[in-house]
């Protein structure tokens, strides 16, 4: 990066650090992207004239609001909710709804802010955005669960509609979540639309979205490894995370001929030796989904595996690491023990689990290494595929969907080749996805002029 870039850098978050003190997961996000699209945006002066990174890095809205429930025993609670309407230039804004303890204005910052690049990336006509709480579904009843999701609903129905804002799941929002929600929004607005994503099948959902993120994250890596004359086949992996994203990551790895060998939780990580089957897969949707259990019970099912409390899957010797469960789970140390151990690829199928540091390792050791903006967008993806769905009032099938998703994937990794091959040949897939997300807002805004 030559003197003049170098320093809009670091004047940029200068500013933007003295501006949004003490959100250091929205400052982390917002250099990954300024590093990639900086060399761009000073070769357009006009983008620098119209301030187009200032009003990138600037919510449209941020609604934070009360929400108040009782527990099974009557005890009142107040958690507090958050939807960031981070920019509708390509689209009502879209993005998922996290409940996690951890949840704070920073990480919904920093969610939206990278799906805005995400969305972009899909081809769909979605803007950016990211809502959510810091409740945590964890250890929760089913009754429990529904009055905070109808309290949460109460006020988040104010400001969105299918034409507006369009939430999904995240992190500990599925199925039930999206269901409570869903069921009190057409209550308070006496509507059936499709204002939410990852609906029910018999309600308006759509076939293989539960699916999406994890598959879509396996056609990504499978277009990567191609670029190197490689496929799953006979390829060990470790998965972290045990939650949507990861189940299904696993479950088409296997089924493209890896051997998948982890699996985790917040509390340690599971190891099977042997790998994981369809029976094995099964057994943990219903462990996780169903019956709201911890990854460490798989070992009483399965004795050949092991569990490592507190401990994270990156030292078992593997050829492609899949990080599925959450931001800044993949640290430096983790890296230089995936490298040592022979691991040739890296696809994050969450949202930036691997630090800058890590990154920096990974990319200098010419891994094949893809940002989730890039390979987790098929749950995005597929969520356009259901909010077109409900508008046109139809019903595809599976195999429709899995044609698109593999489409939008298979673009998405073409773009970043387009923008991210460096001069030695290789691919840069940060650079890339950051540069081809960026240009479609970036001229939207343009377009749109100053609002
Ligand atoms: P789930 O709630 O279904 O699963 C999350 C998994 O991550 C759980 O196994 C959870 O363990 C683990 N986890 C959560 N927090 C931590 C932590 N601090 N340390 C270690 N493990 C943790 O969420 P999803 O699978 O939907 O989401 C996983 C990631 O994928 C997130 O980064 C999300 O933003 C991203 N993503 C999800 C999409 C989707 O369609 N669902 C789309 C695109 C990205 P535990 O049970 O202990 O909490």
Redesign the pocket.
């Known amino acids: 990066m030559d003197k003049f870039t170098q320093n809009y850098v670091d004047s940029f978050m200068s500013e933007l650090i003295a501006k949004n003190p003490g959100e250091k997961e929205f400052h982390q996000a917002v250099r990954e992207v300024l590093e990639s699209v900086a060399p761009y945006i000073v070769s357009y002066p006009h983008l620098l004239d119209l301030k187009i990174m200032e009003r990138i890095v600037e919510p449209e809205r941020v609604i934070m609001f009360r929400v108040p429930w009782t527990d099974d025993k009557g005890e009142i609670h107040v958690n507090r909710g958050y939807r960031v309407q981070m920019n509708s230039a390509l689209g009502p804004y879209k993005g998922?709804i996290r409940f996690?303890s951890?949840v704070n204005l920073s990480i919904m910052k920093f969610?939206a802010f990278e799906q805005t690049f995400k969305n972009s990336l899909t081809t769909l006509p979605m803007g950016g955005g990211k809502g959510g709480s810091d409740f945590s579904p964890?250890g929760k009843s089913d009754n429990e669960v529904m009055r905070f999701c109808q309290s949460f609903m109460t006020e988040l129905q104010k400001h969105i509609g299918e034409n507006t804002d369009v939430p999904a799941?995240?992190?500990?929002v599925?199925g039930r979540e999206v269901g409570y929600m869903f069921g009190q929004y057409k209550r308070l607005r006496d509507e059936f639309t499709g204002t939410l994503t990852g609906k029910g099948l018999a309600w308006g959902g759509s076939l293989l979205r539960p699916e999406a993120?994890g598959y879509g994250a396996c056609y990504f890596a499978q277009a990567m490894l191609a670029t190197r004359g490689k496929t799953f086949d006979g390829q060990t992996v470790c998965v972290s995370?045990?939650?949507?994203?990861?189940q299904h990551a696993a479950q088409k790895a296997m089924r493209l001929g890896a051997k998948v060998v982890t699996l985790?939780?917040?509390?340690g990580y599971i190891y099977d030796p042997d790998g994981f089957t369809e029976e094995k897969i099964d057994f943990v949707k219903n462990l996780k989904n169903v019956r709201r259990g911890r990854i460490k019970e798989y070992v009483s099912e399965y004795p050949t595996a092991k569990y490592f409390e507190n401990e994270r899957p990156w030292g078992v010797k593997c050829d492609i690491a899949m990080p599925?469960?959450?931001?800044n789970?993949l640290d430096a140390e983790d890296a230089k023990k995936l490298i040592a151990n022979g691991c040739f690829c890296v696809v994050e199928?969450?949202?930036m689990?691997t630090t800058p540091e890590a990154i920096a390792l990974i990319q200098g050791a010419k891994l094949l290494y893809s940002p989730?903006k890039a390979s987790?967008a098929g749950?995005?993806a597929t969520s356009g595929l259901e909010m077109t769905q409900n508008s046109i009032r139809q019903h595809w099938t599976s195999e429709e969907v899995d044609e698109h998703l593999h489409r939008i994937m298979s673009d998405i990794h073409d773009a970043c080749i387009k923008y991210g091959t460096e001069e030695d040949g290789y691919i840069n897939y940060v650079k890339g996805a950051n540069i081809a997300g960026f240009i479609k807002v970036a001229n939207a805004m343009a377009d749109q002029g100053l609002v």
């Open positions: 998922g996690h951890s969610l964890r799941g995240d992190i500990g599925g993120t995370g045990s939650g949507n994203v990861a985790s939780d917040s509390n599925c469960a959450t931001q789970e199928g969450a949202n689990p989730g987790n749950g995005v």
